[in-house]
């Protein structure tokens, strides 16, 4: 019987022992906190570590204390690093967050994340991954498929295919295929395909080819190239490639786009007080159509 209760004993305190705690990091910008904060830290050299940071006083998630996440992908900046941290006094779990964060009283910074450690969390300078309701960076030559309701941030010549309901912000010179119902937010040179019902938001120099029933607002100097029953609202100086049955609207009076019409496309000018809509050479011939 003593033996039954001994072993009975070693079970319930294994079933009692807590999952290990998720490994915290601290994103910084030159070495400083980048997010509101001004503390200039301590960094680790080689193997040893920065110096302790603390904070006084009661410690409140937002507004006091050091802040610290398990899912550096959330707070990426350009040109950010990422440190794995040795914390004490944490308030809280990063779970119960909607940006995964916690507040500590005591921080020291270890060392730089490993490529595994950032992989992990799905913070990516390389490779080909695939995520799935997780928000997620593309660095580099990094791939990576978003799918379910994924966030991804693109930079530099990453590239990323979207599907299901994720969504994308691409810059530099990323490039993107947005697929069902994704959506994508595009900046400075970054390229986009978008397929299906996706939706796509062009600007500044951007680039997008629109296929299916997707949707683009393009903006600033973005180019756009639309084929199928997709539609295109155009503003600034952007310009406009559009076939099959798509659908040009432009409604601001500063906008000075570029709408070059083919196929049975339509060109809805809604700057004047009556809209002018102009057809296509297809539309044109068609029988039935004044011309």
């Known amino acids: 019987m003593i033996q ?48 302790w940071h603390d904070v006084s006083g009661d410690l409140t998630v937002c507004e006091r204390g050091i802040h610290l996440t398990d899912e550096p992908a959330r707070w990426y900046k350009p040109g950010c690093k990422v440190y794995v941290v040795e914390a004490e006094g944490v308030i809280g779990e990063c779970k119960d967050h909607d940006d995964r964060k916690v507040v500590a009283r005591r921080v020291r910074l270890l060392r730089e994340a490993s490529e595994t450690e950032l ?16 928000v ?14 994924s966030h991804v941030v ?14 994308v912000e691409a810059w530099d010179s990323s490039s993107v295929e947005a697929r069902e119902s994704s959506h994508v937010e595009a900046r400075e040179s970054s390229s986009v395909e978008a397929w299906d019902s996706s939706s796509v938001v062009a600007r500044e120099s951007s680039s997008v080819v629109a296929r299916g029933s997707s949707r683009v607002v393009a903006r600033g100097s973005s180019r756009v ?10 503003w600034g100086s ?12 432009v409604v601001d009076r500063r906008a000075t786009p570029t709408i070059d019409l083919k196929g049975c496309a339509v060109y809805v000018d809604q700057r004047a007080t009556v809209p002018i809509a102009t057809l296509g050479p297809a539309a ?8």
């Not at 044109?284 to 011309?291: E, I, K, L, T």
């Open 4 to 51: 039954v209760s001994r072993v009975k004993a070693k079970r319930v305190r294994a079933r009692a022992k807590r999952s290990p705690a998720p490994t915290l990091f601290k994103v910084l910008v030159g070495g400083s906190s980048g997010h509101g904060g001004t503390l200039k830290w301590s960094l680790p050299e080689g193997d040893k570590p920065g110096e």
């Open 238 to 249: 952007s310009s406009v490639v559009a076939g099959d049955k798509v659908v040009v609207v």
């Open 119 to 134: 992989v992990a969390v799905c913070f990516f300078t390389g490779g080909a991954h695939q995520v799935r309701d997780r």
């Open 284 to 291: 044109q011939s068609a029988p039935g159509v004044a011309s």
């Open 154 to 167: 693109a930079r530099e010549s990453s590239r990323v295919v979207a599907w299901g309901s994720s969504s």
């Open 136 to 149: 997620a960076v593309a660095l580099g030559s990094s791939s990576v498929e978003a799918l379910g309701s």
């Open 225 to 234: 190239e639309a084929w199928g029953s997709s539609s295109v609202v155009a």
